[in-house]
């Protein structure tokens, strides 16, 4: 399930971020975490499973356009499909007209839609 961040999850959300390849200095994580908190078309979801956060997804919002700036799952619940069901649930929110990928996301994130609009298809 995606759930918005909020303050209270900040170590949590930094901690999930980590797990991105631009993100691992601590400098730049922290000024990541700065954006999403304080730029109001920057918006972070943590995705919960059970009782844990086991992924994140960060998007950029520009007229109801999703652009993924950022896109983790913990590594030991990687192959699992939860980058597909964040992106599914980003889509069928009703908050964005279209998911779109960042330079540096663009791969995964275009391989994720494609398996999820096979699966629509069939």
Not at 17 to 26: A, I, N, R, T, Y
Not at 61 to 83: F, K
Not at 94 to 103: F, M, S, V
Request: proline share 2%; hydrophobic share 35%.
């Amino acid at each position: 399930m995606l759930v918005r961040y909020k303050k209270s999850l900040e170590k949590i959300a930094m901690g999930l971020l980590s797990f991105m390849p631009q993100e691992k200095d601590v400098k730049k994580l922290m000024e990541t975490m700065q954006s999403y908190e304080q730029e109001d078309n920057w918006q972070l979801y943590l995705w919960k499973k059970d009782d844990e956060y086991v992924g994140i997804v960060g998007v950029l919002e520009e007229d109801s356009v999703a652009t993924i700036q950022h896109i983790t799952v913990v590594p030991s619940y990687r192959g699992e499909g939860i980058a597909k069901q964040m992106l599914k649930e980003l889509k069928t929110c009703g908050e964005y007209t279209e998911i779109k990928a960042c330079e540096e996301t663009e791969s995964f994130v275009k391989k994720c839609l494609h398996s999820l609009q096979e699966a629509d298809e069939n």
